[in-house]
């Protein structure tokens, strides 16, 4: 998953806002525990982020999720982000499967 920095994702400083940072951690995760989860419909429930470098109008924006652990519908995931050849962030997360025929995912 992959974003192009545009004018419109810019902030007063000059850079990539951070908000567009955590938008694309969440897409990248997100996408990661719904592939990892067969495919079922999954929401965020928590997500932290470190902001190590920021990423300039022009440059590509991409991702990478790994997860760490699946555990009663619950999915632990971790990305990095990274444009032009340098980490821009790094987030973690808990997604919850919300497919409620799973056991101990969904419903009441």
């Known amino acids: 998953t992959a974003l192009e920095i545009e004018a419109r994702h810019i902030n007063v400083g000059g850079v990539c806002h951070g908000g567009v940072i955590l938008w694309l951690a969440d897409v990248v995760m997100g996408v990661a525990t719904f592939e990892a989860g067969d495919r079922h419909p999954c929401a965020t429930i928590e997500m932290d982020c470190h902001f190590i470098a920021a990423a300039k109008k022009?440059?590509?924006?991409?991702?990478r999720s790994t997860q760490l652990r699946q555990v009663r519908g619950l999915s632990f995931m971790e990305c990095e982000l990274w444009s032009a050849g340098r980490q821009v962030a790094r987030a973690s997360g808990i997604w919850k499967d919300l497919d409620s025929r799973k056991p101990g995912a969904g419903g009441p």
């Open 58 to 63: 022009g440059d590509l924006l991409f991702g």
